[in-house]
């Protein structure tokens, strides 16, 4: 059983559109973060959100903890071809430093 | 910025022999690294924790005889993949807790296949 859930699974849009990425769980979690994967590499950090109902801005991409901590979501603004990528959320439950992958949304975006 | 190096980046081996991975944190002390593995367009799945100076711990469907790890020392861990078989072929990436700051860093990743 996945503890995150993201949706969708895969979008495929053009240069200049918006979208918007969600990241649900049934659990509680004390912090969430967000990764974009290239291939072949290792995820990066994009951000950390800790408190129930943040927002956080990143350049084109807004990022929002649920009020109850169980699910984020990340939105790009005008959406360029470098953005394409998988993006991964990952949550910290309390009383652990076990991060959890979600199930991760594979972004085309074409010039 | 925190930086782990991983190693090797790719590495091809034949069905029945043991392969290991390096994780180092370059820049910082990590008492705790992790290990994922990765398949192709899905997510990671954390196989293990490793804390410094101490056994592993498995995540729940994880063989420990197979997926060998140790963590020497503050700034390197390691999985050994034992008798590796055709279906141990994957995507390995490690990931270091710094003992100072909350972040996680993680490694280039591993491509393993298995012939």
């Known amino acids: 059983t996945q503890l995150l859930e993201q949706s969708p699974q895969f979008l495929s849009i053009q240069e200049g559109e918006n979208l918007t990425v969600y990241c649900n769980s049934s659990s509680v979690f004390s912090s969430l973060q967000w990764y974009r994967q290239e291939p072949g590499e290792g995820p990066v950090l994009l951000v950390t959100?800790?408190?129930?109902?943040e927002v956080k801005k990143l350049k084109r991409l807004t990022f929002q903890f649920g009020d109850a901590r169980k699910d984020s979501s990340l939105h790009i603004t005008a959406a360029q071809p470098g953005d394409t990528g998988l993006y991964l959320c990952a949550g910290l439950r309390d009383n652990t430093d076990k991060l959890i992958f979600g199930t991760g949304t594979r972004l085309q975006v074409f010039p | 910025g925190a930086v782990v190096s991983q190693h090797p980046s790719r590495v091809i081996c034949k069905s029945g022999t043991s392969v290991k991975i390096e994780c180092r944190s370059l820049?910082?002390?990590?008492?705790?690294m992790f290990w994922y593995r990765q398949f192709p367009k899905q997510s990671l799945m954390l196989m293990a924790t490793s804390n410094e100076g101490s056994k592993a711990t498995y995540e729940q469907g994880v063989e420990k005889d197979k997926f060998l790890i140790n963590h020497a020392s503050l700034t390197l861990s390691t999985l050994t993949v034992t008798s590796a078989h055709p279906e141990d072929s994957s995507f390995y990436i490690c990931?270091?807790?710094?003992?100072?700051?909350?972040?996680?860093?993680f490694g280039s990743g591993t491509r393993l296949t298995v012939v």
């Open positions: 959100v800790v408190t129930g109902g």
């Open positions: 990931s270091a807790r710094d003992i100072m700051f909350y972040g996680y860093t």
């Open positions: 820049d910082f002390q990590a008492t705790t």
